[in-house]
């Protein structure tokens, strides 16, 4: 029974995945509830958004659920995130192997806009509203064999500003295959294709599809791991060569068993962030992190840099 439920769920994935690489299927960008593009957890955000070929990480499940597969025990991570002005967003995540199902993972992202003013016509003080936006997943992987590994996980989306409401549900698709054990992997996903279940007004918005792929490299005699991510390829753009605007390298240093060092960087984030031409950007794009193993517990911190917007600061505590 166990055998065929995970036939079952690794045609529905490996079948949706070739799906949604059909241009039926692709979103332009402007949409709904870009929350869900945050870079989770500080791993993640210290290597500039490069994900897609992650292993050995409970936030995979945020990222490409295909990474479960690669879970050498059960482990459970919380992050918290510190943005600009009163912005605040913590995460949840779980991974690992049940027996007789394969793995399993689960998490929740919650972000909190603070206490915003509300004004009328004439800009008259009408008091105070909240807002906040939440997403909880739950996701599959499997390994079949030859080195492919596949995942997919649902996920359901809430957001609150003032009164009104929306809610949605959608669905990550993800693949990785070792090229090389334990020294090439390359990875590529489908994140958020889904649909509005109830919009703010009356009109559904697009949900923030997107496809990406990447590559980790290890070289041999070399304590790092080289990653490569190409983004929001489903975007629409002015030019072919636009669609690769959105890229994030990032770079693992293992200076020992318990400790990491990171680093990143994301072209999209520095070209976005330009103020205009001839504007210093500063070291928009760039980050920089860590990471402390006690064997039990492994602590991350993230540090990414908007120049002259300021800084994001990411925690992150596994076990």
Same mark, same amino acid.
């Given at each position: ?73 059960? *482990? ?32 929740? !992202? ?45 996920? +359901? ?27 090439? &992997? ?20 697009? !949900? ?17 791991? +080289? ?15 636009? *669609? +690769? ?8 240093? &293992? ?13 999209? *984030? ?6 205009? /031409?001839? &504007? ?22 993230? +540090? ?13 505590? /596994?076990?």
């Amino acid at each position: 029974m166990a055998r065929n439920m995970r036939y079952l769920i690794r045609t529905v994935i490996l079948s949706s995945l070739l799906f949604s690489a059909h241009p039926a299927a692709r979103a332009g960008s402007g949409s709904t509830f870009d929350f869900l593009r945050t870079d989770i957890g500080a791993r993640s955000g210290a290597l500039g958004g490069s994900v897609s070929s992650l292993s050995d990480d409970a936030n995979v499940i945020f990222y490409n659920p295909a990474g479960l597969a690669t879970v050498t025990r059960r *482990r459970v991570s919380f992050g918290y995130f510190k943005h600009i002005l009163d912005i605040n967003s913590a995460n949840v995540a779980y991974a690992g192997d049940v027996e007789g199902l394969g793995y399993v993972g689960a998490g929740v !992202l919650y972000v909190n806009y603070g206490e915003l003013r509300r004004t009328g016509p004439g800009g008259e003080d009408l008091g105070t509203f909240g807002a906040g936006e939440f997403s909880a997943n739950i996701g599959y992987g499997g390994v079949i064999d030859g080195g492919l590994r596949y995942g997919m996980a649902v996920k +359901f989306i809430y957001s609150t500003i003032g009164e009104y409401s929306s809610s949605a549900l959608a669905v990550d698709l993800g693949a990785q295959y070792a090229l090389v054990p334990e020294r090439v &992997t390359v990875g590529g996903g489908i994140s958020h294709l889904g649909t509005q279940l109830d919009p703010y007004a009356t009109i559904r918005e697009d !949900l923030p599809l997107d496809l990406r792929v990447g590559v980790a490299v290890t070289p041999e005699h070399l304590p790092a791991t +080289f990653l490569v991510d190409f983004h929001r390829l489903t975007d629409r753009r002015e030019s072919f060569t636009s *669609r +690769f605007r959105a890229f994030s390298v990032g770079v693992e240093f &293992t200076l020992s068993p318990n400790m990491f060092l990171r680093a990143g960087y994301n072209n999209e *984030r520095r070209q976005d962030l330009k103020i205009g /031409s001839g &504007t210093n950007s500063g070291l928009a794009g760039f980050s920089l992190g860590t990471g402390i193993s006690t064997g039990a517990y492994q602590f991350d911190y993230a +540090f990414t840099s908007n120049g002259p917007v300021g800084a994001f600061h990411r925690f992150t505590i /596994s076990f």
